[in-house]
Structures are given as C-alpha cells and as structure tokens.
C-alpha cells in the first residue's frame, strides 16, 4: 500500500516538526473499497464501491492493526464489509481512511493481490492478517 499525498505530508510534519496529524486521536481508521485506483492524490470517495448497503468498515485505532515490525503491520481481525444487497462491481483496490462517509483523507490505499467482483449476495471481507501495510 501507499501513503496519499496527505499521509506523507502529515507524517513528514509528526517526524520534522512535531505536529500531530489531525486524524491521529481519532478512535478509529475506516477501510474502503474502490472500483480503481484512488490515486495519490485522492479523497475517500475517490472511485469508491457503491453496491447496494456498501459502507466504510471501522476498525479501532489501538488494536486494529498489529505492532509494526519490519516495516509492517497487519488487520488483527476479520474486516467484514456488508453483504451486497444490489449492483455489482469489481473491486481492485483497497484504502484505509480517516472517515465513516464522506471525502475523508486516504492515509493509506493499494490494488488487490486479486481484483473481487461484489453482487448480490456478497460480502467482502480481509481474513485476519489479510491486508498488511507496508512502509518502503
């Protein structure tokens, strides 16, 4: 996964000049689906997935994610997303976001190991370990 344009400002100005992110005392992170690539530069809603009853899934700040080690962190529980109740579509990315809805800030987003249609039916869901965040 990468950092948008906003994380590696806000990380630049926490490690340089001691200034903390506004979404860092935020509870919770929320990961999203996008149909493509949100890109750098993006927001939240950025080619975001909406299938019928699609949402944001909010996973705790404090013990969503393991500690990092080698540069990674992994999800410490299944994200689930609702089931699809209308629509289809291909999902090939993923990001994890500073918001429930809304244009919220992409901290972090990257393509699927395999793109996943969602329909009718569907839920899409990361196994434990299943989406891990790595920094280069």
Known sequence: MSKSNT????????????????????????IALHTAD?????????????????????????????????GSSSNTAEISFPECTSGSELVTYVSIVTT????????????????????SGITGRFAIGGLTITED
């Open 7 to 30: 994380s590696e400002n806000a990380t630049l100005d926490a490690n340089l000049r001691a200034v903390d992110p506004s979404y860092r005392s935020n509870a919770n992170r929320y």
């Open 38 to 70: 949100p890109g750098d530069a993006g927001t939240a809603v950025t080619s975001e997935c909406a299938f019928g009853d699609y949402a944001r899934v909010a996973v705790t700040a404090a013990t969503g994610f393991t500690a990092a080690a080698a």
């Open 100 to 119: 429930a809805s809304g244009a919220g800030d992409i901290i972090y987003s990257g393509a699927l190991t395999a793109s996943r249609t969602i329909s």
